[in-house]
T-cell receptor, first 113, second 114 residues
Framework: AQKITQTQPGMFVQEKEAVTLDCTYD???????LFWYKQPSSGEMIFLIYQGSYDQQNATEGRYSLNFQKARKSANLVISASQLGDSAMYFC??????????WGAGTKLIIKP | DGGITQSPKYLFRKEGQNVTLSCEQNLNHDAMYWYRQDPGQGLRLIYY???????QKGDIAEGYSVSREKKESFPLTVTSAQKNPTAFYLCASSISLTGPNEQFFGPGTRLTVL
């Protein structure tokens, strides 16, 4: 069965520190993709970063990077130099072979000033 | 600006009534999706549409119905058959169903059934 697990329900991080949000997945598909989204309190989901299973390098988008360890089936999101505006829910999602996404339960990140 | 609009933002209905949630996009995307989000949980797929006049059931389609008569619009009807309809509903679209295309989301509709 395909599954996404985010083991950290909540995290507190000091402003300007780096933070790693964990995501592990389980799939038997040879080709798949992993997405990270941010959900502020307003409710809208905001796309952050994508990693394909065959991508040779870890994805990066500005302050966001994805620590992709294929053998361990993990795709952790790293946010460098955290800001107060980073406080939100963060969701990891796995793209299945039928192209649908399955979602983790999310991690609530709170940045402390 | 291009984007996805959902209306209304908050919706209250009496138990037993059908209700339709609106979703419109002007991104010229072929694929559209409806998700349900419950507190403390990730999103679950209700229905998706790859192209006009075609749609497929997702993981939790029971008690819901959709239509895709126009590329821009993908309304969701929550019927009285849905046993626990109170939730946050998110509409999304992507360039196509296939490939690594990210999904763009609307602001959501919070439905409360009294």
């Amino acid at each position: 069965a395909q599954k996404i697990t985010q083991t950290q329900p909540g995290m507190f991080v000091q402003e300007k520190e780096a933070v790693t949000l964990d995501c592990t997945y389980d799939t038997s598909d040879p080709s798949y993709g992993l997405f990270w989204y941010k959900q502020p309190s307003s409710g809208e989901m905001i796309f952050l970063i994508y990693q394909g299973s065959y991508d040779q390098q870890n994805a990066t988008e500005g302050r966001y990077s994805l620590n992709f360890q294929k053998a361990r089936k993990s795709a952790n999101l790293v946010i460098s130099a955290s800001q107060l505006g980073d406080s939100a829910m963060y969701f990891c999602a796995l793209r299945r072979s039928n192209y649908q996404l399955i979602w983790g339960a999310g991690t609530k990140l709170i940045i402390k000033p | 600006d291009g984007g996805i609009t959902q209306s209304p933002k908050y919706l209250f209905r009496k138990e037993g009534q059908n209700v339709t949630l609106s979703c419109e996009q002007n991104l010229n995307h072929d694929a559209m999706y409806w998700y349900r989000q419950d507190p403390g949980q990730g999103l679950r797929l209700i229905y998706y549409s790859q192209i006009v006049n075609d749609f497929q059931k997702g993981d939790i389609a029971e008690g819901y119905s959709v239509s895709r008569e126009k590329k821009e619009s993908f309304p969701l009807t929550v019927t009285s058959a849905q046993k626990n309809p109170t939730a946050f509903y998110l509409c999304a679209s992507s360039i196509s169903l296939t490939g690594p295309n990210e999904q763009f989301f609307g602001p959501g509709t919070r439905l409360t059934v009294l």
